[in-house]
């Protein structure tokens, strides 16, 4: 493996972050401290426990999720698409470095931004609520699971993009609408029969709730179960990825 040429394309990455850190992370902070004040105050004096947790402490795994998957969509997918856009895809294509170490290095550099934004997320709920992790190991694997998972899925997206309205098109009408009705707000354990039913079917649920269990022990479902629709969302985009330069979809035109 070219480790040099992986470091090369990662730090550009890393770089182009640190040159936007109003939008890479205090913009998605200080909308997520917007998310917490007007739920956890309008809600929250209206809900003061679930679970035994107060209202405030369980949305913030919820909340933490919901930045983590939209920014791991949005630097991956911007990551892959601006080379397409401007036309040196076919210099990094052409360059010896292998698809592996493309992958690499764009949903590394991708990951790891998305994980830098949710500790600093996490920092900032805590100052706003007390916090306890109970199974800190379980929280960081999560968080890197899904990093690197929605990341895979962030560079699928850049990749079949036509324009930068596209981009946009998953985080903000899939993802977005998925996550507040996972479960990050709410237990689902509140809905009734049939939606409750309903909502087993959104895989964002499954994120969420194992994210929960790592803070607070317990969860909508079963961490076992958590743990495996994560696994097999992963699965899933490693095989499109690599079906994706194997047949060099929307890469050679």
Known sequence: MNLRAVWAIYRMEMARAFRTVLQSIVSPVISTSLYFVVFGSAIGSRITEIDGISYGAFIVPGLIMLSLLTQSISNASFAIYFPKFVGSIYELLSAPVSYLEIIIAYVGGAATKSIILGLIILGTASLFVPLTIEHPFWMLSFLVLT????????????????????????????????????????????????????????????????????????????????LGMTVVFLLICIAIVAWIFRTGYRLRN
């Open 147 to 226: 990093s690197v998972t929605f990341s895979l899925f962030g560079f699928i997206i850049g990749i079949w993009a036509k324009s930068f309205e596209q981009l946009q098109l998953v985080p903000l009408l899939i993802i977005t609408p998925l996550t507040f009705l996972g479960g990050s707000f709410y237990s689902i354990d509140m809905l009734p029969g049939t939606w409750r039913t309903v909502t087993l079917f959104n895989p964002v649920l499954y994120l969420v709730s194992g994210f929960r269990w790592s803070f607070y022990g317990k969860s909508d479902v079963s961490i076992g179960i958590s």
